[in-house]
């Protein structure tokens, strides 16, 4: 009988109907912007779906393993204009039973939301926002990061750079406050492997339009005289996370020297390109659902809802409670296709991640680099470590 | 048995040895980034003949008759077919997309395909070089085994972290066992008394009864001066007996030697770079291990536990199958 029943349970992945007994419902959400950031490059430019197309595929993948667990997940899909009350969806969501809610909001909404559903113990999974500080001082019980920290990816990079003796780095930074942040993160990374920075430059975003018919006689103009009368430098390092001129770099510095940050060699939580550790059949299991390419947004969402499919599976239960508790217990890893098992760290909540190196076209290099040596994780040397951190979970 | 004798005067003096005098097998390996298998006399220790094959060779097994050797070309979509006397691609089976792994029935008749990306084990008449029918189970299946009796197929899903238990008969699933993180690869003892899964992320070897379908212990690795992390159990062969089982560690470099009773590691043994996939000359006097990273096989001595020889193949060697001749 209960062969049986397994039987009939496995064959409901490809029927709508199903006979089986009812199954245990585990109701996740995403919640994410309407509008999406323009890029410089069409070729980066997200598709509407960016992020929750990672979601659903989880959601698909934690559906095919809960047919054999009598477990079902559900996601919930919100779009939030530009200035809508973060507070109040995250709110409505967990008033309508879900448990788990996936975020690619920024860092004030983020803990608009994580705070408002934190008496219904309602778990954030914060997949968007960079911020440090949402894993540092404005930290929170109820929120688990797995999107990786603007340093975590700083360090990725600078740690490639040491290896590779580009010891000399030229900063160039957006004026935007993101960009500011991230220039902070390198500089950070800089100091902690043993780079210098030769000189600093600033990319004033005068408002300018993105497209235009004969832009690039401009730009071709424009990035030589931004980067001339630099001190030696091995490397350019631009901390544009605003898209207003990092992509212009590449190929138009004063003095021949390679790019990186955020554009030329870019650290990232996953690229199109990875295809190492059985990333592959992911890879290939999103183009067939999506019909395009899965970028970082896509894995950091999938990813999200995956651990929350995994903790289910390992406790046998669809106790939000139980779900969200084993998780954050040392015995919570997950299989992400980067190498090794990801886990969470308790001090903070923030997923460990090995960063990708990516040039647009190939993943260059993952990080951390060989010999970049830690007592208890060599993850735990991206980012800010337990002795640093300034958290204090409540 | 063999005999030596000498006449020494009239007496003749007789030499009885227990053991037969080792006898060349053929192994087979698949390298994943030359497009080739490199064949090696295992008496000779040297490669023969280096075969050209499809695009990223990995999974390979020889058929029970003994004719042709199996090499799933993931990125050709397809296995194919060497021919054993000529040593060249005689044929090719509909395996679907991407196929890495697969087993044989006890006849030989039919080939279980792990279909990744259809979350499917497909069946395939060898003889009929046919499709005849899918199983649908979890993410991103990958490991294949069958029950000493031929009566249960498992298959280990890598995503979904199970191995599932599939009847031969009805091919439907009887039961769906949890394992630790990326479970690889699957493997009987002899007498059908365990199922022993590797999990690749998780670090461990998940031990099964396959009569309770439940993990009754976990095999552990704690090698000193190695993070956990390094620790990526794939490739796994018990002996004939029960007694002695050999972990390919991956990323560890090393193969570790498990008692079969207890399920303790006795020894780490130091092979090549990221060893991957092991197997038994057919009278289990050696072990051949791939190693990945260094581009070699490490030959192991099974009575002495020692690495006897490395023998250069081609680039990425991923799996190895082992042929009498």
Same mark, same amino acid.
């Given at each position: ?28 959400? $995403?919640?994410?912007?309407?509008? +999406? ?110 999107? !990786? ?10 740690? $490639? @750079? ?18 500011? +942040?991230?220039?902070?993160? +390198? ?70 020297? !390679? ?7 870019? !650290? ?17 299991? &999103?183009?067939? @659902? ?39 217990? !040392? ?24 960063? @990708? ?14 010999? &970049? ?22 | ?10 007496? %003749?003096?007789?030499? =009885? ?23 090696? /006399?295992?008496?000779?220790? %040297? ?43 005689? /044929? ?17 008749? *039919? ?22 029918? /899918? ?10 085994? *069958? ?47 365990? #199922?022993?899964?590797?999990?690749? *992320?998780?670090?461990? =070897? ?51 030697? =498990? ?9 780490? #043994? ?16 050696? #072990? ?31 799996? =190895? ?5």
């Amino acid at each position: 009988m209960k062969a049986f029943a397994l039987g009939a349970m496995a064959f409901c992945i490809f029927a709508s109907t199903c006979l089986a007994a009812e199954p245990v419902e585990i109701k996740l959400a $995403y919640i994410g912007p309407a509008k +999406l950031p323009s890029t410089l490059s069409l070729v980066d430019q997200p598709a509407d779906d960016d992020g929750l197309a990672g979601a659903r595929l989880a959601i698909q993948d934690n559906n095919t393993t809960g047919a054999f667990l009598d477990q079902r997940f559900t996601l919930e899909e919100v779009r939030l204009k530009d200035g809508a009350d973060a507070a109040a969806a995250a709110s409505a969501l967990a008033d309508g039973g879900v448990s788990f809610i996936l975020t690619d909001l920024s860092a004030d909404d983020t803990l608009r939301a994580a705070d408002a559903v934190r008496q219904r113990s309602a778990v954030i999974l914060n997949v968007g926002a960079r911020d440090d500080r949402l894993r540092e001082e404005d930290c929170r019980a109820n929120v688990i990061h797995v999107a !990786p920290t603007r340093s975590m990816l700083a360090d990725g990079l600078a740690q $490639y @750079l040491a290896w590779k003796r580009w010891k000399r780095w030229l900063l160039v930074v957006g004026s935007h406050p993101a960009d500011r +942040l991230y220039a902070d993160a +390198l500089r950070r990374a800089a100091t902690r492997f043993g780079a210098k920075i030769v000189a600093e430059r600033v990319f004033e975003d005068r408002g300018g339009a993105r497209r235009t018919d004969s832009g690039v006689t401009l730009i071709q103009r424009q990035m030589p005289v931004l980067t001339q009368d630099a001190p030696e430098y091995d490397v350019l390092v631009a901390a544009d996370e605003s898209e207003t001129f990092g992509a212009y770099l590449p190929y138009r510095t004063w003095d021949p020297r !390679p790019v990186a940050g955020s554009a030329g060699l870019v !650290p990232k939580s996953w690229d199109a390109a990875h295809d190492q550790w059985g990333a592959i059949q992911l890879q290939n299991r &999103f183009v067939k @659902l999506n019909s395009r390419r899965m970028t970082e947004l896509d894995m950091q969402a999938w990813t999200a809802a995956r651990m929350v499919g995994e903790a289910a599976a390992r406790t046998h239960s669809g106790d939000p409670g139980k779900v969200s508790d084993y998780m954050r217990s !040392p015995d919570f890893s997950l299989a992400a296709f980067k190498g090794q098992s990801l886990t969470l760290r308790d001090w903070n909540l923030q997923l460990r991640q090995p960063i @990708l190196l990516a040039d647009g076209r190939m993943v260059v290099s993952v990080s951390p680099q060989e010999g &970049f040596l830690h007592q208890t994780s060599e993850l735990d040397t991206l980012g800010v470590d337990r002795p640093e951190t300034r958290c204090k979970l409540k | 048995m063999w005999r030596a004798c000498l006449l020494l005067g009239s007496m %003749a003096v007789c030499l =009885v040895g227990a053991s037969e005098p080792s006898q060349a097998f053929t192994a087979y390996v698949s390298n994943e980034k030359s497009n080739t298998v490199s064949v090696i /006399d295992t008496e000779k220790w %040297a490669v023969t003949k280096t075969i050209k094959v499809g695009q990223r060779p990995r999974g390979i097994e020889v058929t029970k008759d003994g004719k042709y050797v199996l090499v799933a070309v993931g990125d050709d979509d397809t296995i194919q077919m060497i021919d054993t006397a000529k040593q060249e691609v005689a /044929d090719t089976l509909p395996s679907g997309p991407d196929p890495e792994l697969f087993v044989q029935d006890a006849e030989g008749k *039919i080939l279980y395909v792990a279909n990744e990306n259809d979350n499917l084990v497909t069946l395939i008449d060898i003889a009929r070089r046919a499709r005849v029918g /899918d199983v649908p189970v979890g993410v991103e299946p990958e490991g294949m085994a *069958i029950s000493p009796d031929g009566k249960t197929l498992v298959n280990t899903s890598e995503t979904t972290n199970m191995a599932h238990f599939i009847d031969t008969g009805t091919r439907e699933i009887i039961a769906n066992v949890l394992v630790d993180s990326r479970p690889r690869f699957a493997e009987f003892k002899r007498d059908n008394s365990e #199922l022993w899964v590797s999990s690749e *992320i998780g670090g461990t =070897v998940s031990v099964i009864d396959p009569a309770k379908r439940a993990v009754t212990s976990k095999i552990e690795f704690s090698i000193p001066g190695l993070r956990r992390e390094a620790v990526q159990p794939v490739g796994m062969s018990i002996t004939k007996d029960g007694k002695t089982g050999f972990v390919a560690l991956g990323p560890a470099n090393r193969v570790a030697v =498990v008692d079969g009773g207890t399920h303790k590691v006795t020894k780490y #043994l130091l092979v090549g770079q990221r060893v991957w996939h092991t197997a038994f000359t057919p009278d289990e006097k050696y #072990l051949l291990a791939t190693n990945g990273l260094s581009n070699d096989v490490s030959v192991i001595d099974v009575a002495a536990l020692k690495v006897i020889k490395t023998v250069q193949v081609g680039e990425l060697p991923w799996g =190895v199958a082992m042929a009498q001749q």
